[in-house]
C-alpha cells in the first residue's frame, strides 16, 4: 500500500503547525521500511486523529466518516472482493443512483480508485477515516458476512443437542454455562451489542420464545436470538462470570463482569430479576471509549452550560441533576468532575455501581451487604477533609440529610435524584422531611434533564414546517424556518439518527425562588417563577435543537411534556 502522507503533504502539515518537524523526524528513524509512516506517526500519538483527518479532507475535499460501528448490507460488500479490501483498506459503505461510497485508507491512490471502479463499475464517491478504524471495520463487517446467520444457527443446534428438556440440576447447569457453544453465543450477543453502540441488552424469557433486545439512544431495537430451550444455559453462563449463585431463581441478584469486545475491555453490570416465564437478564453496557467526559460536550446549550459552570465555581453548595433512569445524570456529574478536577482539590465519590474510572478522584463502592452505605461512606469521607463530594444517588432521608449538612459546611455536593423536572426535586426533598429552610441554604442549582437522539448530519432531510406547528412551538413567526427529519443510510445504520444529545431546564435558586420554597409553593408555581426569571424547560430546549437541525420535531413528543402557555414566545 502507498504511503498516505506524502513528502509534500509531511511539510505542509510541519508549516500549518499540525506536525512538530522533530517528531517527524524522529518517525523517520524508529518507523520500520516495511510499515506505513502515516500510521507510525498516528499509533504514536506524534499528530492527532483530529489534525489528520481534518487535513486529509481539506486536501482531498472528501468528507470525514465514522465508520466504527457501521452496519453494511452484504449484497454491497460482495462488489468488492475479501482480499482486495483488506489488501488495499477499501470498504464500501453505501450504494445510490449509480454511484457507491468507499471509506479508503489512502485517497491519495488514484490506481485504486480506478481499479474500484472497474470492479464495481460504478462511480466511486471516496470517504476518509482513520487506518485502524477502517481496517478494523473491514475485518468486522466481511467477518459477519462470513459467519452470518447459518453459523450461528450451528451454534445454537450444537448447544440444544447437549441439553437436557428435563429440570436441570446446578451441576447440570455449570455444565451448560461452560460449554463452547453457549460461551460462543452469549459473546456473540454482547459482541453485537457493543457494535450498535447500546447502553443496555435484554435477554426476555416469553411464555414461547426467548426476546433479545438492545437499548440504543433511548429505543429498543431486535436482536437475532436463540430458541426458548436455551434461556437457562444463556443465564447460567452470565450467572458464572458475574460470580451469582447459579441455583438461586428465585429473588433479584446483581452482579458485574468485563469483556473484551471489538479490541477493547467493556464493563457489563448485571441485574437479573425471576418472571413468569424464566429469568430475565439486563446487563447494562459500560463502554469508557463512547463516554462523553467533557462538559462542553455533551450538548448543554451555552446559557445553560455557563449556569451549571458558575455553580461548579462555587466553593461550597450542592448541585443536584434529575431525571429518570437512562437520561445521561451520571454522564453530566463525571463530566463536571472532570471540568473541576485539578492537584489542588480533594475529590471523592460514593457510587452504587462506578461506572467509569475518573483519573485523580477518589471513587468508593458502596455495599449494602457489609454495611457500607451511601450514608455511612458518606460520613467517613467527611473525615477525610474532601473539598468535592459526589453521591450517586440519594435514595432516602438519611443519605439527603448527610449531603445538605456536609453542603452547609465547606463542601460541593453533586449528586441525582429521581424526579421529572427540576422544580418537583424540590417537593421530593420536603417530602422525604428536609425543612425548607436547610434546602435554601445548602442548593445551589437543580438540573432536569434528557437524552433526545441526533439526526445524521449524513442522511437527514429538510422540510418546511407548516404553520400550525409554529404556533404550537410558540416561535416567532417573522422568520422562515427549515426543519429536519430522518431518512437513514448506511452511516446510521438505516434509522436517521447517530448518538444523543442532552436537553436540560436549570433551576437556579435565586432569591425569588427561595421565598417559595420557604412559603411551600407547588411545583407548578415554583417553575412559573423560574420561567419569568429566564429558565428554559425541557420541552423549549428540545424545540431549540430542532430549529438547529440537531434533532426531529418526533422527539419534541417522545420525550417532553407540553408547558402551561405564558403567552411568550420561544427565544431561539
Given at each position: 500500500?502507498?504511503?498516505?502522507?506524502?513528502?509534500?503533504?509531511?511539510?505542509?502539515?510541519?508549516?500549518?503547525?499540525?506536525?512538530?518537524?522533530?517528531?517527524?523526524?524522529?518517525?523517520?528513524?524508529?518507523?520500520?521500511?516495511d510499515e506505513s509512516l502515516t500510521e507510525c506517526l498516528l499509533d504514536h500519538e506524534w499528530i492527532s486523529s483530529e489534525s489528520y483527518l481534518s487535513f486529509l479532507s481539506d486536501f482531498?475535499?472528501?468528507?470525514?466518516?465514522?465508520?466504527?460501528?457501521?452496519?453494511?448490507?452484504?449484497?454491497?460488500?460482495?462488489?468488492?472482493?475479501?482480499?482486495?479490501?483488506?489488501?488495499?483498506?477499501?470498504?464500501?459503505?453505501?450504494?445510490a443512483n449509480g454511484a457507491i461510497t468507499v471509506a479508503i485508507i489512502n485517497?491519495?491512490?488514484?490506481?485504486?480508485?480506478?481499479?474500484?471502479?472497474?470492479?464495481?463499475?460504478?462511480?466511486?464517491?471516496?470517504?476518509?477515516?482513520?487506518?485502524?478504524?477502517?481496517?478494523?471495520?473491514?475485518?468486522?463487517?466481511?467477518?459477519?458476512?462470513?459467519?452470518?446467520?447459518?453459523?450461528?444457527?450451528?451454534?445454537?443446534?450444537?448447544?440444544?443437542?447437549?441439553?437436557?428438556?428435563?429440570?436441570?440440576?446446578?451441576?447440570?447447569?455449570?455444565?451448560?454455562?461452560?460449554?463452547?457453544?453457549v460461551i460462543k453465543i452469549t459473546n456473540a450477543l454482547l459482541t453485537e451489542a457493543v457494535r450498535r453502540k447500546a447502553s443496555d441488552l435484554f435477554i426476555e424469557p416469553w411464555e414461547k420464545k426467548l426476546h433479545v433486545r438492545c437499548r440504543i439512544d433511548g429505543l429498543l431495537e431486535d436482536i437475532k436470538a436463540p430458541p426458548k430451550s436455551m434461556?437457562?444455559?444463556?443465564?447460567?453462563?452470565?450467572?458464572?462470570v458475574s460470580n451469582l449463585n447459579i441455583a438461586e431463581h428465585r429473588i433479584p441478584q446483581d452482579g458485574r463482569f468485563r469483556i473484551k469486545a471489538l479490541d477493547r475491555m467493556i464493563d457489563i453490570r448485571v441485574s437479573i430479576i425471576p418472571t413468569s416465564f424464566g429469568e430475565k437478564v439486563c446487563l447494562r453496557i459500560l463502554d469508557t471509549s463512547t463516554h462523553q467526559q467533557d462538559l462542553k460536550g455533551l450538548g448543554f446549550h451555552p446559557r445553560e452550560l455557563e449556569r451549571i459552570e458558575q455553580c461548579a465555581r462555587r466553593p461550597y453548595g450542592m448541585?443536584?441533576?434529575?431525571?429518570?433512569?437512562?437520561?445521561?445524570?451520571?454522564?453530566?456529574?463525571?463530566?463536571?468532575?472532570?471540568?473541576?478536577?485539578?492537584?489542588?482539590?480533594?475529590?471523592?465519590?460514593?457510587?452504587?455501581p462506578v461506572e467509569y474510572k475518573v483519573e485523580g478522584v477518589n471513587q468508593v463502592q458502596s455495599n449494602d451487604y457489609v454495611g457500607l452505605t451511601f450514608s455511612a461512606a458518606l460520613r467517613s469521607i467527611l473525615r477525610q477533609d474532601p473539598d468535592i463530594i459526589m453521591i450517586g444517588e440519594i435514595r432516602d432521608v438519611e443519605t439527603l440529610d448527610i449531603a445538605i449538612k456536609a453542603a452547609l459546611t465547606g463542601h460541593l455536593v453533586l449528586s441525582t435524584l429521581h424526579t421529572n423536572d427540576a422544580a418537583s426535586s424540590i417537593i421530593r426533598m420536603t417530602n422525604m422531611g428536609i425543612e425548607p429552610f436547610l434546602i435554601t441554604?445548602?442548593?445551589?442549582?437543580?438540573?432536569?434533564?434528557?437524552?433526545?437522539?441526533?439526526?445524521?448530519?449524513?442522511?437527514?432531510?429538510?422540510?418546511?414546517?407548516?404553520?400550525?406547528?409554529?404556533?404550537?412551538f410558540r416561535l416567532p413567526k417573522d422568520r422562515k424556518y427549515t426543519f429536519y427529519k430522518p431518512a437513514g443510510c448506511a452511516l446510521c445504520r438505516r434509522t436517521g439518527f447517530a448518538g444523543r444529545s442532552v436537553i436540560t431546564e436549570v433551576l437556579l435558586l435565586t432569591p425569588k425562588i427561595n421565598d417559595l420554597i420557604v412559603k411551600q409553593e407547588t411545583a407548578d408555581v415554583?417553575?412559573?417563577?423560574?420561567?419569568?426569571?429566564?429558565?428554559?424547560?425541557?420541552?423549549?430546549?428540545?424545540?431549540?435543537?430542532?430549529?438547529?437541525g440537531e434533532t426531529s420535531v418526533e422527539e419534541v413528543y417522545r420525550v417532553t411534556m407540553p408547558d402551561p402557555d405564558t403567552g411568550t414566545l420561544l427565544e431561539i
Amino acid at each position: 500500500m502507498k504511503e498516505v502522507l506524502s513528502n509534500k503533504m509531511l511539510e505542509m502539515m510541519v508549516n500549518q503547525g499540525l506536525l512538530k518537524a522533530e517528531r517527524l523526524e524522529r518517525a523517520r528513524k524508529v518507523c520500520p521500511p516495511d510499515e506505513s509512516l502515516t500510521e507510525c506517526l498516528l499509533d504514536h500519538e506524534w499528530i492527532s486523529s483530529e489534525s489528520y483527518l481534518s487535513f486529509l479532507s481539506d486536501f482531498f475535499r472528501y468528507p470525514i466518516v465514522d465508520v466504527s460501528s457501521i452496519s453494511v448490507p452484504a449484497d454491497l460488500l460482495s462488489l468488492i472482493p475479501t482480499g482486495f479490501a483488506q489488501r488495499h483498506g477499501v470498504l464500501p459503505i453505501s450504494r445510490a443512483n449509480g454511484a457507491i461510497t468507499v471509506a479508503i485508507i489512502n485517497p491519495a491512490d488514484v490506481l485504486l480508485l480506478d481499479d474500484l471502479r472497474s470492479i464495481t463499475d460504478s462511480t466511486v464517491s471516496p470517504v476518509i477515516a482513520l487506518p485502524k478504524v477502517i481496517r478494523q471495520a473491514i475485518d468486522r463487517c466481511y467477518s459477519e458476512v462470513s459467519i452470518g446467520n447459518e453459523s450461528m444457527q450451528e451454534l445454537i443446534d450444537e448447544a440444544t443437542e447437549k441439553q437436557n428438556d428435563s429440570g436441570k440440576s446446578s451441576s447440570e447447569l455449570i455444565r451448560l454455562a461452560t460449554e463452547t457453544p453457549v460461551i460462543k453465543i452469549t459473546n456473540a450477543l454482547l459482541t453485537e451489542a457493543v457494535r450498535r453502540k447500546a447502553s443496555d441488552l435484554f435477554i426476555e424469557p416469553w411464555e414461547k420464545k426467548l426476546h433479545v433486545r438492545c437499548r440504543i439512544d433511548g429505543l429498543l431495537e431486535d436482536i437475532k436470538a436463540p430458541p426458548k430451550s436455551m434461556a437457562e444455559a444463556l443465564v447460567s453462563r452470565i450467572k458464572v462470570v458475574s460470580n451469582l449463585n447459579i441455583a438461586e431463581h428465585r429473588i433479584p441478584q446483581d452482579g458485574r463482569f468485563r469483556i473484551k469486545a471489538l479490541d477493547r475491555m467493556i464493563d457489563i453490570r448485571v441485574s437479573i430479576i425471576p418472571t413468569s416465564f424464566g429469568e430475565k437478564v439486563c446487563l447494562r453496557i459500560l463502554d469508557t471509549s463512547t463516554h462523553q467526559q467533557d462538559l462542553k460536550g455533551l450538548g448543554f446549550h451555552p446559557r445553560e452550560l455557563e449556569r451549571i459552570e458558575q455553580c461548579a465555581r462555587r466553593p461550597y453548595g450542592m448541585i443536584l441533576v434529575t431525571g429518570p433512569t437512562g437520561s445521561g445524570k451520571s454522564t453530566t456529574l463525571y463530566s463536571i468532575l472532570q471540568h473541576l478536577h485539578d492537584e489542588t482539590k480533594n475529590i471523592t465519590t460514593v457510587e452504587d455501581p462506578v461506572e467509569y474510572k475518573v483519573e485523580g478522584v477518589n471513587q468508593v463502592q458502596s455495599n449494602d451487604y457489609v454495611g457500607l452505605t451511601f450514608s455511612a461512606a458518606l460520613r467517613s469521607i467527611l473525615r477525610q477533609d474532601p473539598d468535592i463530594i459526589m453521591i450517586g444517588e440519594i435514595r432516602d432521608v438519611e443519605t439527603l440529610d448527610i449531603a445538605i449538612k456536609a453542603a452547609l459546611t465547606g463542601h460541593l455536593v453533586l449528586s441525582t435524584l429521581h424526579t421529572n423536572d427540576a422544580a418537583s426535586s424540590i417537593i421530593r426533598m420536603t417530602n422525604m422531611g428536609i425543612e425548607p429552610f436547610l434546602i435554601t441554604s445548602s442548593v445551589l442549582m437543580v438540573s432536569a434533564q434528557r437524552l433526545v437522539r441526533r439526526l445524521c448530519h449524513h442522511c437527514r432531510e429538510t422540510y418546511t414546517p407548516p404553520e400550525k406547528l409554529i404556533i404550537d412551538f410558540r416561535l416567532p413567526k417573522d422568520r422562515k424556518y427549515t426543519f429536519y427529519k430522518p431518512a437513514g443510510c448506511a452511516l446510521c445504520r438505516r434509522t436517521g439518527f447517530a448518538g444523543r444529545s442532552v436537553i436540560t431546564e436549570v433551576l437556579l435558586l435565586t432569591p425569588k425562588i427561595n421565598d417559595l420554597i420557604v412559603k411551600q409553593e407547588t411545583a407548578d408555581v415554583i417553575k412559573a417563577t423560574a420561567r419569568k426569571e429566564g429558565m428554559t424547560t425541557l420541552r423549549e430546549s428540545v424545540i431549540r435543537k430542532v430549529v438547529h437541525g440537531e434533532t426531529s420535531v418526533e422527539e419534541v413528543y417522545r420525550v417532553t411534556m407540553p408547558d402551561p402557555d405564558t403567552g411568550t414566545l420561544l427565544e431561539i
